[in-house]
């Protein structure tokens, strides 16, 4: 999606003046991304009309172009979709908060229990983990596993009890034992059926918890969006906990979800370890999905640090697919002088989807080692890296006092950035131009 959407921004980007043709060319193209990423139709129909009135009646900025503003006004219309601001839990008067944790098999309710309790215990809570699921019989010794790891208590009462009896005793035993937090794990099905949204209403009424939080799969689409609105009818949710946004999932569902349901996404599961829960920030999924990052500050950033002549070589290099290892080396040493490296890469276009690319997270501290490696290569291999073959490596990784994985991942580096360096180019043209971004 991101990569898509960057293709139509460009194009506008590339436009001097924007007419309302053009706004509702780059919908149209919004439109047909949005709903590749498996956006539910009615939301990206309304998402694009919204956009498109906005785009069209609004008085240009004078700080920002035609183009710009339109992105502008993309990113917000996706921050707005996804709830706008981040949404808190809600705690009980008078403790314990009672979470509970619905969702279908494998959503991850089990492993997001845990992940949040770790989260909230990190906010001062006292959390207890209760073992709700009765019906996997590895269910209970999971949240075992995990409450152990953490060092959280977990509440059971084996698989005898019904799961409403088991929570109303949880509850008890937090207030006895100083917790003020209770999260529950609950079972869950392949599909929606009647005994299980039986069993769960029965906990409901028996504890009213402060939370129901739905727990969806992220890499399911347009199914996760199906389960929210189903749950949401028959539970009445308080938000969904999306797992999963690690893996190479289409930001669709974090799209409709709030849209569909009314309920905000929460929280984002972005691994499989117990600290990979974070809060849900919609400007930054809005981010993700336009996959642009912050353009504009960079621009104002590379204009009053770049040397402008030594950019205009490079670009000229890089145009005519010269850009050796020297350059590259070069080229660091440029980028380092905008700030942190990390801060500065993930300003540009593309970078949340580069970001996800381990061997490109640069560490300040690596730009000594990256010196040394290149440093210790010949003229030849710097110029041409694609002959420095297995004994090459071995050599260079000696004379450089590194190792040969070292040597490798700072090829695939080169590599990478090779490729990111054809957005540098296209920036700098309009540095060069007189300044603004087009
Ligand atoms: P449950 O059936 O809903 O209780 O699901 P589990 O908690 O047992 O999780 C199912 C699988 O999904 C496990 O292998 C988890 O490690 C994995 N999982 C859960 N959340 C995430 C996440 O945010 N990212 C990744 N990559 N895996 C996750
Ligand atoms: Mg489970």
Do not use: W
């Not at 009646?57 to 219309?77: F, R, Y």
């Not at 210790?376 to 040969?404: D, F, L, Q, W, Y």
């Amino acid at each position: 999606l991101a990569e898509r959407l960057q293709e139509t921004f460009k194009k506008l980007r590339n436009k001097g003046s924007l007419k309302e043709a053009d706004v509702s060319e780059a919908l149209r193209e919004v439109r047909v991304a949005l709903l590749e990423a498996d956006v539910n139709f009615k939301v990206v129909k309304d998402f694009v009309n919204k956009v498109k009135e906005k785009a069209i009646g609004q008085d240009i900025l004078s700080s920002l172009t035609p183009a710009q503003q339109v992105i502008k006004i993309v990113h917000q219309e996706l921050m707005d979709l996804m709830g706008g601001e981040y949404s808190k839990i809600n705690l009980a008067p008078k403790p314990p908060t009672v979470i509970m944790m619905v969702g279908l098999h494998g959503a991850g309710k089990t492993t997001t229990s845990a992940k949040l309790a770790n989260f909230l215990r990190k906010q001062g809570r006292r959390p207890l983990l209760v073992a709700g699921d009765i019906h996997r019989p590895a269910a209970i010794k999971q949240l075992q596993v995990l409450g152990e790891q953490l060092d959280i208590p977990v509440f059971t009462m084996g698989d005898k009890q019904a799961p409403a009896v088991i929570a109303r005793a949880a509850i008890e035993n937090a207030s006895n034992s100083g917790r003020d937090l209770v999260i529950i794990d609950t079972a869950g099905r392949l599909h929606i059926d009647e005994e299980l949204m039986d069993e769960l209403e029965a906990v409901k009424s028996e504890v009213k918890p402060n939370e129901i939080l739905l727990v969806v799969d992220a890499m399911t689409g347009q199914d996760a969006v199906n389960v929210a609105e189903v749950f949401n009818r028959r539970m009445q949710l308080n938000g969904v906990i999306m797992t999963k946004l690690d893996g190479d999932t289409r930001g669709g569902a974090a799209l409709s979800v709030k849209a569909v349901t009314g309920c905000p996404i929460k929280f984002a599961g972005i691994g499989e370890k117990l600290d990979a829960l974070e809060t849900f920030h919609p400007d930054r999924m809005a981010d993700r999905i336009l996959g642009m990052g912050d353009v504009l500050t960079l621009i104002e950033k590379a204009q009053a640090n770049f040397d402008a002549e030594k950019v205009a070589e490079l670009n000229k290099k890089i145009r005519s697919m010269e850009f050796t290892l020297d350059d590259f080396l070069e080229q660091l040493q440029q980028v380092k002088k905008l700030g942190p490296l990390e801060q500065v890469l993930s300003m540009f276009p593309g970078m949340g989807g580069l970001k996800k690319i381990k061997n490109l997270e640069f560490d300040e501290k690596e730009l000594v080692y990256v010196e040394a490696i290149i440093k210790s290569m010949t003229h030849k291999e710097r110029e041409k890296p694609e002959i420095i073959n297995g004994s090459c490596r071995r050599r260079i990784a000696k004379g450089s006092g590194t190792s040969v994985q070292e040597v490798n991942r700072l090829l695939k580096q080169f590599e990478q950035t090779k490729k990111m360096m054809k957005q540098f180019s296209d920036i700098d043209k309009t540095i060069k131009k007189g300044g603004k971004m087009p």
